[in-house]
T-cell receptor
Framework: EAQVTQNPRYLITVTGKKLTVTCSQNMNHEYMSWYRQDPGLGLRQIYYSMNVEVTDKGDVPEGYKVSRKEKRNFPLILESPSPNQTSLYFC???????????????FGPGTRLTVL | KQEVTQIPAALSVPEGENLVLNCSFTDSAIYNLQWFRQDPGKGLTSLLLIQSSQREQTSGRLNASLDKSSGRSTLYIAASQPGDSATYLCAVLDQGGKLIFGQGTELSVKP
């Protein structure tokens, strides 16, 4: 089954304790992206990756890091989490054709993060 | 800067009613527009994707239209059911390859 998986699904942590949220897709998609969703603010892009070893900042990259060492994986790293990073996080992927990004975007189930 | 707006923010209808959700965007230079469904606390499920060269797409009871020149899209749901209750999001893929979302319409279909 074609899917985007995220782990963990729920996480409660404390300020300053480094954490990683994993994301994996089995569709051989080139493009991957991370979003956060907050009430009243909607979905905002954190980082995206056009392909292996290529990453770029989205709208709200501060406090986050990503890496893309393999095509299927795109982990989100919070080096020193703070309470304002409490949110619902989504990973997504999309096939690209000839460098265009015109296909359907698939989303993971989400990771609900609480930073105390 | 591309902005996507969805109206209404919330909608409550009785079962069986046909309904229309609206989405507008400020910059007509888009690659495509996608409608998603999100259940509370869950991920996004893609419903329909309309390429910029297309006018509409249909899937079952759903029909989405796109008028790129006026910056509008509608999602039509026929014969609504309680199981259709969810938040519906529209998103446009801009020329830079970024997917920009509206705030969503929260739909409640009452039995």
């Amino acid at each position: 089954e074609a899917q985007v998986t995220q782990n963990p699904r729920y996480l409660i942590t404390v300020t300053g304790k480094k954490l990683t949220v994993t994301c994996s897709q089995n569709m051989n998609h080139e493009y991957m992206s991370w979003y956060r969703q907050d009430p009243g603010l909607g979905l905002r892009q954190i980082y995206y990756s056009m392909n292996v070893e290529v990453t770029d900042k989205g709208d709200v990259p501060e406090g986050y890091k990503v890496s893309r060492k393999e095509k299927r994986n795109f982990p989100l790293i919070l080096e020193s989490p703070s309470p304002n990073q409490t949110s619902l996080y989504f990973c997504a992927s999309r096939r690209t054709s000839g460098g265009l990004l015109t296909d359907t975007q698939y989303f993971g189930p989400g990771t609900r993060l609480t930073v105390l | 800067k591309q902005e996507v707006t969805q109206i209404p923010a919330a909608l409550s209808v009785p079962e069986g009613e046909n309904l229309v959700l609206n989405c507008s965007f400020t910059d007509s230079a888009i690659y495509n527009l996608q409608w998603f469904r999100q259940d509370p606390g869950k991920g996004l499920t893609s419903l329909l994707l309309i390429q910029s060269s297309q006018r509409e797409q249909t899937s079952g009871r759903l029909n989405a239209s796109l008028d790129k020149s006026s910056g509008r899209s509608t999602l039509y749901i026929a014969a609504s059911q309680p199981g259709d209750s969810a938040t519906y999001l529209c998103a446009v893929l801009d020329q830079g390859g970024k997917l920009i979302f509206g705030q969503g319409t929260e739909l409640s279909v009452k039995p």
